[in-house]
């Protein structure tokens, strides 16, 4: 099982850029998957997140509006796309995934089985 993460890169304040999530050995279908994200000496946090049923979502506060999570069953792929990015949003982003029959999105990163390798976002002018 592997999750590989793509997409990062130096944006300017106000840019937009799109995460990749890739699994393979699994089909995302059946998972429930999270993005996070961790900047420099501050703790993980949750992103957003989608449940694997009805994909319900969740986003931190402090995305709400910029960011959206989504997911390609034919390319077994996750988004995390994002806007009016800022330096604050500055960090390694992950992706998450963990087996889902029903429920909501999960945000607690304890909660994940698979995990992907990161993906630096730098946004600074």
């Known amino acids: 099982v592997q999750l590989q993460a793509s997409g990062g890169g130096l944006v300017k304040p106000g840019g937009s850029l799109r995460l990749s999530c890739a699994a393979s050995?699994?089909?995302?279908?059946?998972?429930?998957i999270g993005w996070f994200r961790q900047a420099p000496g501050k703790e993980r946090e949750a992103v957003s997140c989608i449940s694997s049923s009805e994909d319900n979502v969740y986003s931190a506060d402090s995305v709400k509006g910029r960011f959206t999570i989504s997911r390609d069953k034919g390319k077994n792929t996750v988004y995390l796309e994002m806007s009016s990015l800022n330096p604050d949003d500055t960090a390694v982003y992950y992706c998450a995934a963990v087996a889902q029959d029903y429920g909501p999105p999960i945000r607690t990163d304890a909660e994940y089985d698979y995990w992907g390798q990161g993906t630096l976002v730098t946004v600074s002018s």
């Open positions: 050995g699994l089909t995302l279908d059946y998972y429930a």
